[in-house]
Nanobody
Framework: QVQLVESGGGLVQAGGSLRLSCAAS?????????????MGWYRQAPGKQRELVAA???????NYSDSVKGRFTISRDNAKNTVFLQMNSLKPEDTAVYYC??????????????WGQGTQVTVSS
């Protein structure tokens, strides 16, 4: 019902920047009762659990992991159902697979959660 297509990952040196994008599409957006509550980014490093990096709600409020505050900025283009993650001052510990996340609901409060396929971010020291 929803496809999340991520782009922008890659290899960068410590101190560098990357910008991730995630575009959401699918038949669910043609359903009048469906709305996006939040979009965000999670990451998972080898041997570690997936963790929240940043999220932005429909009202534009944002939430960041303490480890990325001041370095990463999340934003969204509501008209295009797209979320961005600007990552500055990257550190080797930011190396992980980054996953786009979309959470929505309908008029009956049924929750919907979707994940992208993941994009690799590697920061070399």
């Amino acid at each position: 019902q929803v496809q999340l297509v991520e782009s922008g990952g890659g290899l960068v040196q410590a101190g560098g920047s990357l910008r991730l994008s995630c575009a959401a599409s699918g038949s669910i957006f043609s359903i009048k009762s469906f709305s996006i509550n939040a979009m965000g980014w999670y990451r998972q490093a080898p041997g570690k659990q997936r963790e929240l990096v940043a999220a932005i709600a429909s009202g534009e409020s944002t939430n960041y992991s303490d480890s990325v505050k001041g370095r990463f900025t999340i934003s969204r283009d509501n008209a295009k159902n797209t979320v961005f993650l600007q990552m500055n001052s990257l550190k080797p510990e930011d190396t992980a697979v980054y996953y786009c996340n979309l959470e929505g609901s309908n008029w009956f409060k049924r929750p919907y959660v979707y994940w992208g396929q993941g994009t690799q971010v590697t920061v070399s020291s």
